[in-house]
């Protein structure tokens, strides 16, 4: 049973660009979950993905966007690219019937 | 509101037992911990649910006071490899989770 899957693993861009990053959830899980985490702090809710809808969205800007496919697999964009974009993005899946939300390993961008 | 997590790090000998607090300034529908080792993806540890109770598996459990809208996660006996950072999060709600600073727990033999 394959568990969340994240590509790619590492990503290095320079301001100004932008990025796509992609989550594949648990088989069995149709909620997607994005986090950002910087270093040396918890994981931060950007937004949740849900029936190809964003179902909630955390404090991050317009700049970061996402999409759900049918498949349930997700992405999500993140346009003109500063240097505090900087972190490790995490994927979460979950199913509506259990609350628990599993990691993927995560993409680690670094903005130069 | 992010939650705020006690101590911030820690440092046991392999065998002591440690407890990590999860405190938080909403009423809580569910707190789940986490563990995060350098470098890696955060590992589900347990969740606990509205309703007070407490779980266990193995050697590691948490309570969940609603009333406080606190939980506590208790390592007995430690191993080596519980050392990690471990994270709470918590959720009002919907499946939104806030995550807590974090706790670093570092295991000497």
């Known amino acids: 049973d394959a568990g969340v899957t994240q590509s790619p693993t590492h990503l290095i861009k320079t301001r100004g660009q932008q990025v796509t990053l992609r989550c594949s959830p648990k088989?069995?899980?149709?909620?997607v979950s994005w986090y950002q985490q910087a270093l040396g702090q918890g994981p931060q809710f950007i937004f949740q993905?849900?029936?190809?809808?964003?179902?909630q969205r955390g404090n991050f800007p317009d700049r970061f966007s996402g999409h759900q496919f049918p498949n349930y697999s997700s992405e999500l964009n993140v346009n003109a690219l500063l240097l505090g974009d900087s972190a490790l993005y995490l994927c979460?899946?979950?199913?509506?019937?259990?609350?628990?939300?599993?990691f993927g390993p995560g993409t680690r961008l670094t903005v130069l | 509101q992010q939650p705020v997590q006690s101590p911030q790090a820690v440092i046991l000998r392999e065998g002591e037992d440690a407890v990590i607090n999860c405190s938080s300034s909403?009423?809580?529908?569910?707190v789940h911990w986490y563990r995060q080792k350098h470098g890696e993806a955060p590992v589900f540890l347990m969740i606990?649910?509205?309703?007070?109770e407490q779980k266990g598996h193995d050697k590691i459990s948490a309570s969940f006071n609603e009333k406080k809208q606190q939980s506590s996660l208790y390592l007995t006996a430690s191993q080596l490899s519980y050392s990690g950072t471990y994270f709470c999060?918590?959720?009002?709600?919907?499946?939104?989770?806030?995550f807590g600073q974090g706790t670093r727990l570092t295991i000497n033999p």
């Open positions: 999060g918590t959720a009002s709600g919907a499946q939104k989770l806030v």
């Open positions: 909403k009423a809580l529908y569910s």
């Open positions: 606990l649910l509205k309703g007070g």
């Open positions: 979460a899946s979950s199913s509506p019937q259990q609350f628990t939300q599993y």
């Open positions: 993905y849900y029936e190809e809808e964003e179902r």
């Open positions: 088989s069995g899980h149709d909620t």
